[in-house]
Nanobody
Framework: VQLQASGGGLVQAGGSLRLSCVCS????????MGWFRQAPGKERVFVGV???????YYADSVKGRFTMSRDNAKNTVYLQMNSLKPEDTAVYYCAVGRGLAASSRPYEYDSWGQGTQVTVSS
């Protein structure tokens, strides 16, 4: 499985960005797709997860501001980020779940994209 994330950039606090992650190599529709982020010097942490045909689940820190969606016809998962804050600054990664559970644990994902940098200025 290959994942290609894009859409990051520099934005002012309060602004928006939409990240995309295109998946190739296997049948996308069966995947559990997750978004994680990693700030400098910190661990990679959960942002959101979505199984095909299910609602997305989010970390408390982004609930109400971020929206995850997926288009199985395009093998793509999205992360719409609104009301961005400086503390959202991180490299954002998409990942494919190892099983069928909507997990928030990075070790339960076995394919990762290269990451896209999001920087929010104050």
């Amino acid at each position: 499985v290959q994942l290609q994330a894009s859409g990051g950039g520099l934005v002012q606090a309060g602004g928006s960005l939409r990240l995309s992650c295109v998946c190739s190599g296997r049948t996308f529709s069966v995947f559990v797709m997750g978004w994680f982020r990693q700030a400098p010097g910190k661990e990679r942490v959960f942002v959101g997860v979505m199984r095909s045909g299910d609602i997305p689940y989010y970390a408390d820190s982004v609930k109400g501001r971020f929206t995850m969606s997926r288009d199985n016809a395009k093998n793509t998962v999205y992360l719409q980020m609104n009301s961005l804050k400086p503390e959202d600054t991180a490299v954002y990664y998409c990942a494919v779940g190892r099983g069928l559970a909507a997990s928030s644990r990075p070790y339960e994902y076995d394919s990762w994209g290269q990451g896209t940098q999001v920087t929010v200025s104050s």
